[in-house]
C-alpha cells in the first residue's frame, strides 16, 4: 500500500475542498466500474463534454486516473495511486454525503 501522507489532504481538496468536487466524484465512480472516454462519460453522467474533459485534466494532474490510447479514443481509469487510497477516498466521500465535512 501508498498510503502516503499527503493522500488524505490531495483526496480531500480535489473531491471535497474545491468547486467540482462532486462531478469528479461521480466520474470516479463511473471510472471504477468500466474505463470510459470522455464522450461515453458525458453521455452517461448527462454532463457537457468539456466540462468533463476539464475535470478529467484535474483527476489526470493529480495522478487519480490514468489513460490508455491517445485523443479521442482514450479511456480512462483510476490510477495505483488511487486504488492505494481508496479507502481514504470512501472514507472521504461518505462523510461529504453525509454532510459530516
Not at 467540482?20 to 466500474?33: A, Q, Y
Not at 472516454?37 to 468539456?50: E, S
Amino acid at each position: 500500500m501508498v498510503n502516503l501522507p499527503y493522500a488524505k489532504n490531495l483526496l480531500f481538496y480535489v473531491f471535497v475542498g474545491s468547486r467540482g468536487g462532486d462531478s469528479r466524484i461521480r466520474i470516479m465512480e463511473s471510472l471504477k466500474t468500466l474505463p470510459k472516454n470522455i464522450n461515453q462519460l458525458a453521455n452517461d453522467l448527462g454532463l457537457n463534454y468539456r466540462a468533463i474533459q476539464h475535470h478529467i485534466e484535474v483527476l489526470e494532474k493529480n495522478n487519480l486516473i490514468a489513460k490508455v490510447g491517445d485523443k479521442y479514443g482514450a479511456n480512462y481509469f483510476p490510477s495505483n495511486f488511487f486504488d492505494a487510497n481508496i479507502e481514504t477516498y470512501n472514507e472521504i466521500t461518505s462523510k461529504s454525503k453525509k454532510g459530516v465535512l
